[in-house]
């Protein structure tokens, strides 16, 4: 059963602090102590603990929700995306129409089909979609929409896509910018109707979320049956974070309030009522990874005036790095991103 402790400052950010895991209640260790934030200078001390029965890994102290926001103060969710030069977006289209039906002119389709033999392409391919398939379309909804990028490019791929985002910059730029309808607040707090959509995505929202199985339940509640969740998560047990150790970049404290092994993703969605159907780890991002937690342990924090001194080598480091963890992703489950893909039982 998970203790209540008492509400302290860190250094002025309310907390309280939080030594048993949430999915079984068996009390943590400490994983590691005395972080700070190394991306963005959010104020604070932070230290991570780790449950040994399902791996669920959680920051300690735990921000109150209402203290959240001074977390996320210089946060990039409101940023704009770069604009896929017109040979990528061939790529994609090309191996989207062949291993994701979506349509594409014949000879697209049979330039994608050879592309998508090639695992590391159809991999980053499948992520532009968050691997949905054409079939599944129908009302989506992006919890953590940021931007609206992702679901502008869903909509013109005939999805009926709807945002979710607690971040009122980034909800205004997805209508501004994207034309996307979006709504500012939470799953938890939404109150869309019962068995609305055909699909929800979270891509990288879930580490973020103070209650994941209170936003998983209102998950469940809202997808018809028979639809989809997919979640996209840093794995706590990838091949970078065995390496890198503190300065993993996924580590993200205080933003990351909790980080799932793929046993405690699995555990979560099941307690949830969903059926998992995929479950498995990306290496998609495998080298920009390694490069930014080496560049976090040369120089404790990452600004953007960290140098780049070596940038050739770190270079060669990322592709080496992200062509061994790719071999190993699905094998021995070491990829940097844990993809769940779940659906909701029929009623």
Not at 157 to 176: E, F, T
Request: charged share 20%; glycine share 10%; with cysteine.
């Amino acid at each position: 059963m998970n203790r209540v402790s008492p509400v302290w400052s860190n250094e002025g950010v309310l907390v309280h602090d939080v030594y048993d895991c949430l999915l079984c209640g068996r009390e943590g260790m400490f994983l590691y102590k005395g972080l700070r934030d190394r991306l963005f200078g959010a104020p604070g001390v932070w230290s991570l603990m780790e449950c040994k029965d399902c791996g669920l890994c959680w920051l300690n102290p735990r921000p109150l929700p209402s203290e959240i926001p001074k977390l996320y103060a210089a946060y990039y969710t409101h940023a704009v995306g770069y604009i896929r030069p017109r040979w990528k977006t061939l790529i994609i289209t090309s191996v989207l129409a062949a291993s994701y039906g979506y349509p594409a002119g014949g000879k697209s389709r049979l330039f994608g089909f050879w592309l998508s033999m090639l695992g590391p392409i159809r991999e980053r391919v499948g992520a532009s979609v968050l691997f949905l398939h054409a079939k599944d379309k129908g009302r989506l909804l992006d919890v953590g929409c940021g931007n609206g990028q992702f679901l502008a490019w869903m909509n013109g791929l005939g999805w009926q896509g709807i945002g979710l985002d607690p971040d009122s910059n980034a909800v205004r730029i997805a209508k501004d910018r994207f034309g996307v309808t979006a709504f500012e607040g939470t799953i938890e707090n939404a109150c869309f109707s019962a068995n609305f959509f055909d699909a929800l995505t979270m891509n990288h929202v879930i580490e973020h979320i103070s209650d994941p199985v209170k936003a998983l339940i209102e998950c469940f509640r809202v997808l018809r049956p028979g639809g989809k969740l997919v979640i996209v998560t840093p794995n706590a047990e990838s091949l970078a974070s065995r390496l890198m150790g503190s300065t993993w970049l996924h580590w993200d404290p205080p933003r990351h309030l909790v980080v799932f092994s793929p046993r405690a993703l699995h555990r979560l969605v099941i307690r949830c009522g969903f059926t998992v159907r995929e479950l498995y780890t990306l290496a998609r991002g495998a080298g920009d990874t390694w490069v930014k937690s080496r560049l976090l342990r040369r120089h404790g924090v990452l600004p953007a005036g960290s140098s780049l001194k070596g940038a050739s080598l770190l270079k060669l480091e990322a592709l080496l790095f992200w062509l061994a963890e790719y071999a190993l992703s699905r094998r021995l489950g070491l990829g940097e991103e844990l993809l769940m893909v779940a659906t909701k039982r029929g009623e």
